[in-house]
């Protein structure tokens, strides 16, 4: 029986046509056959089996009873390790639970592991991890690719069919990219529309939790169980989130979506401005009026985020020291000594490089010209949207600058990393929310995305047209 | 150039990273070509304009100012690589 979507698993065990016990076998041999890929960091057998029997004490009301979920080694879990893809946390044992795993457990979700990801989510490839590369499951044997990152593995987990869906955060990119190179939905809500509570933090005025799945009805029946407020993250939003799904309208008539002209780039593939224009044809066909529009600030946004995510990086890693939980190097003589070695020998390179610029643009004499700028700037990036979005209901622009690239590409220039978040950093810096849905494909077969962004909140709207584009792939 | 291999090392003493030689010279070439390439921020005119710090919109509500009690520290003490009678141990700090 094949399992395709979280209504249709719902149905299944409602109908008393699958047991949690037999959702939990399907899916543990499913992740051990595609052991190869390296998608999971934290795999483990008897904590699945734990969690069915409590499972199977819930009534069947449960919004996901029974519905198998892979968690981003980002988010802090009671009965699982957590480690942040870093040595610096290697053997940390939470003892509490995320604000967002807390809620999938108490609608009954089934956690089959926690996947991989670049160390501290700092990466678009998912190669900075201390526990190795991930391969990206659409790749040939011959040929591995990468799964785009900083949440890869939790990207890849649904691409490979071994969940129906996964938790990720995205700071620059880190869900909305690797959803694009893995061909499934990612979407990155509004800044405070997830509580940032039991998430390792990278960069708190960036960070927020999202969703993996293999389709838009999926990503909205999950993100609307994840969201919601906590007194514990000062910049949790009290709204009221909709029942997303249930308000679906792919009808875009009187909509006017806007294509800004700072999103056609240097080197960006023909086959992905082609499909960025089927895309626009087919909301045109939809009923949606289309807009060219400008974000003139848009070439600035990359410089902003690599001075304000390492400038927060550098604070909120100084708290991994070796003293109350990881790693510790055994050598040292001294205090000082310990933090310095525990700290080297912690942290990978991509990390050390993050925190050592972050130090620098924070260091006396250097604030105003780096970090307080980056700020103004980053302003000057919101303004962008606030304005545009005045005359505009969202915003479609391609995913990423590629499709997904080989695993071993050289990486020896970091700035040309960088780039692939060419078209996801901006959002991140207006906190606005953007989803990545497959569509199209280049000439190797490979999934391209396209990226929906919206007004602060309006999450329906952004599903509402995701899942009027879903059906031309139907 | 804005960074030679003295200012790299007081950087790493400020964030408590000590570097090996090798390690120092790699990094002093990828954050002096991050650090040019930012340099682009200067074109823009950021005159009279506000800080951005916080994106989020929702405005910060007050709690009641209770004690709750959510770690023990026997669980909390569980993660430290050392610890004596209750506490974290670290290295001796003074003679």
Same mark, same amino acid.
């Given at each position: 029986m094949e399992i395709k979507s979280i209504n249709q698993l719902?149905? /299944?065990?409602?109908?008393?046509?699958?047991?949690?016990?037999?959702i939990a076998q399907t899916y543990i041999k499913k992740i051990k056959e595609k052991k190869d890929l390296n998608i999971f960091i934290y795999f483990d057998e008897d904590k699945i089996n734990d969690q069915v029997k409590e499972i199977e004490k819930l009534p069947n009301n449960k919004k996901l009873k029974g519905i198998p979920i892979a968690v981003k080694d980002l988010f802090c879990t009671k009965n699982m390790p957590t480690t942040a893809a870093s040595k610096i946390l290697e053997n940390f044992n939470p003892t509490y639970e995320s604000f967002v795993t807390q809620k999938l457990? *108490?609608?009954?979700?089934?956690?089959?592991?926690?996947?991989?990801?670049?160390?501290?989510a700092m990466g678009s490839a998912t190669n900075t991890s201390y526990f190795g590369n991930t391969i990206n499951p659409l790749s040939n044997k011959d040929n591995p690719l990468a799964p785009g990152g900083s949440s890869g593995g939790s990207a890849a987990a649904?691409?490979?069919?071994?969940? /129906?869906?996964?938790?990720?955060?995205?700071?620059?990119?880190?869900?909305?990219?690797?959803?694009?190179?893995?061909?499934?939905?990612?979407?990155?809500?509004?800044?405070?529309?997830?509580?940032?509570?039991?998430?390792?933090?990278?960069?708190?005025?960036?960070? &927020?939790?999202?969703?993996?799945?293999?389709?838009?009805?999926?990503?909205?029946?999950?993100?609307?169980?994840?969201?919601?407020?906590?007194?514990?993250?000062?910049?949790?939003?009290?709204?009221?989130i909709p029942n997303y799904s249930k308000k679906f309208n792919s009808d875009l008539t009187g909509k006017t979506i806007g294509i800004p002209k700072e999103y056609t780039v240097d080197g960006i593939s023909d086959e992905i401005n082609a499909v960025w224009e089927d895309a626009i044809k087919s909301l045109e066909k939809k009923g949606a009026r289309i807009k060219h529009i400008s974000l003139p600030h848009t070439k600035y946004a990359l410089?902003?985020?690599?001075?304000?995510? @390492?400038?927060?990086?550098?604070?909120?890693?100084?708290?991994?020291?070796?003293?109350?939980?990881?790693?510790?190097?055994?050598?040292?003589?001294?205090?000082?000594? +310990?933090y310095e070695m525990t700290?080297?020998?912690?942290?990978?390179?991509?990390?050390?490089?993050?925190?050592?610029?972050g130090t620098y643009v924070l260091s006396a004499g250097y604030y105003d010209a780096y970090y307080l700028k980056a700020q103004k700037v980053r302003k000057l990036i919101a303004n962008d949207f606030v304005e545009t979005f005045k005359e505009c209901d969202l915003i479609l622009t391609p995913t990423a600058p590629s499709?997904?690239?080989?695993?071993?590409?050289? &990486?020896?220039?970091?700035?040309? +990393?960088?780039?692939?978040?060419?078209?996801?950093? @901006?959002?991140? /810096?207006?906190?606005? @929310?953007?989803?990545?849905?497959?569509?199209?494909?280049?000439? *190797?077969?490979?999934?391209?995305? +396209? &990226?929906?962004?919206?007004?602060?909140?309006?999450? &329906?709207?952004?599903?509402?047209?995701?899942?009027?584009?879903?059906?031309?792939?139907? | 150039m804005k960074l030679d291999t003295n200012t790299i090392n007081k950087i790493a003493k400020l964030a408590r990273i000590s570097?090996?030689?090798?390690?120092?010279?790699?990094?002093?070439?990828? +954050?002096?070509?991050i650090l040019d390439w930012v340099e682009q921020l200067n074109e823009v005119n950021t005159e009279s304009v506000e800080p951005l710090a916080n994106i989020s919109s929702s405005t910060l509500p007050q709690r009641k100012d209770e004690a709750k009690d959510i770690n023990s520290s026997d669980e909390v003490l569980k993660n430290s690589p050392d610890k004596l009678e209750g506490y974290f141990a670290v290295p001796k700090v003074v003679e």
């Open positions: 719902k149905s /299944l065990l409602d109908e008393n046509k699958i047991s949690v016990k037999e457990i *108490n609608e009954g979700s089934l956690f089959v592991g926690k996947t991989n990801l670049d160390e501290f649904v691409a490979a069919d071994l969940c /129906l869906g996964s938790t990720g955060t995205d700071t620059g990119g880190s869900i909305r990219q690797p959803a694009s190179f893995c061909g499934v939905v990612g979407i990155k809500p509004t800044y405070g529309l997830c509580s940032r509570w039991g998430i390792a933090a990278f960069a708190s005025s960036l960070d &927020q939790a999202g969703i993996f799945s293999k389709n838009v009805t999926d990503a909205s029946i999950l993100l609307e169980e994840i969201a919601g407020h906590d007194e514990r993250d000062s910049t949790s939003s009290n709204v009221a410089p902003t985020y690599y001075i304000i995510a @390492p400038a927060e990086a550098s604070s909120n890693l100084a708290r991994y020291d070796g003293v109350k939980y990881g790693f510790r190097a055994d050598e040292a003589k001294s205090l000082d000594e +310990m700290r080297s020998e912690g942290f990978g390179k991509e990390v050390k490089r993050r925190i050592l610029i499709a997904a690239f080989p695993l071993n590409e050289k &990486q020896d220039d970091p700035i040309k +990393m960088y780039l692939n978040d060419v078209f996801t950093v @901006p959002a991140s /810096l207006a906190g606005i @929310p953007g989803i990545s849905i497959p569509y199209g494909k280049d000439k *190797n077969g490979l999934p391209l995305g +396209m &990226q929906l962004l919206g007004k602060h909140f309006n999450e &329906q709207e952004v599903f509402n047209a995701a899942f009027a584009l879903e059906k031309d792939y139907e | 570097l090996s030689e090798e390690e120092a010279n790699d990094l002093l070439k990828d +954050m002096n070509s």
